[in-house]
């Protein structure tokens, strides 16, 4: 169980802070959901307090768990694969899984390869969430500010493309 004022990771949308706890009816049944709002952005996410486990709802990560995703990140091999359905299944799964860890290995690769080739409409999406989804949690633990780390990672990617053009 959470509470209200805590940090927390709801897998597809990213971090946020829970506000409230409201009971409403839908569909009529009533249930307890924590009231979510999300980091980036005025939006705010009902989730049900009696799945959140199954959601796969988590706490943020700490600056020293931070550091090591951000370690992760610029150490983890890319994993290139040709065939987009397959790519497309297993990137969502990624994401859906709530672990940032295998968050990172989409965006990675995403922002690999929207350089290298470029990405197709549903591809830029994806990074675009997997971004929004790793940024919001890393400046929630307070590793550093949204510009910074997209800048750390920008640099990091670069440098891995001179890496394999060279």
């Given amino acids: 169980m959470?509470?209200?004022?805590?940090?927390?990771?709801?897998p597809l949308h990213g971090a946020g802070v829970i506000e409230s706890i409201v009971e409403k009816e839908i569909l009529g049944q009533k249930k307890k959901y924590y009231v979510m709002r999300i980091h980036s952005g005025n939006m705010t996410v009902l989730i049900p307090m009696d799945n959140c486990e199954e959601i796969g709802v988590r706490y943020v990560i700490d600056a020293d768990e931070a550091k090591k995703v951000m370690d992760y990140f610029k150490n983890e091999p890319l994993y290139d694969d040709n065939n987009w359905n397959r790519r497309q299944r297993e990137n969502m799964s990624k994401?859906?899984?709530?672990?940032?860890?295998?968050?990172?290995?989409?965006?990675?690769?995403?922002?690999?390869r929207e350089r290298k080739k470029g990405l197709s409409t549903s591809e830029r999406k994806i990074l675009g969430n997997a971004k929004q989804i790793v940024v919001s949690?890393?400046?929630?633990?307070?590793?550093?500010?949204?510009?910074?780390?997209?800048?750390?990672m920008d640099s990091i990617v670069d440098r891995l493309l001179v890496s394999q053009e060279g």
């Fill in 2 to 10: 959470f509470d209200i004022g805590d940090k927390i990771v709801y």
């Fill in 95 to 112: 994401i859906k899984s709530g672990n940032i860890y295998r968050v990172l290995d989409v965006l990675k690769d995403l922002m690999y």
């Fill in 137 to 152: 949690e890393l400046v929630m633990s307070n590793f550093a500010g949204r510009e910074d780390i997209e800048l750390i």
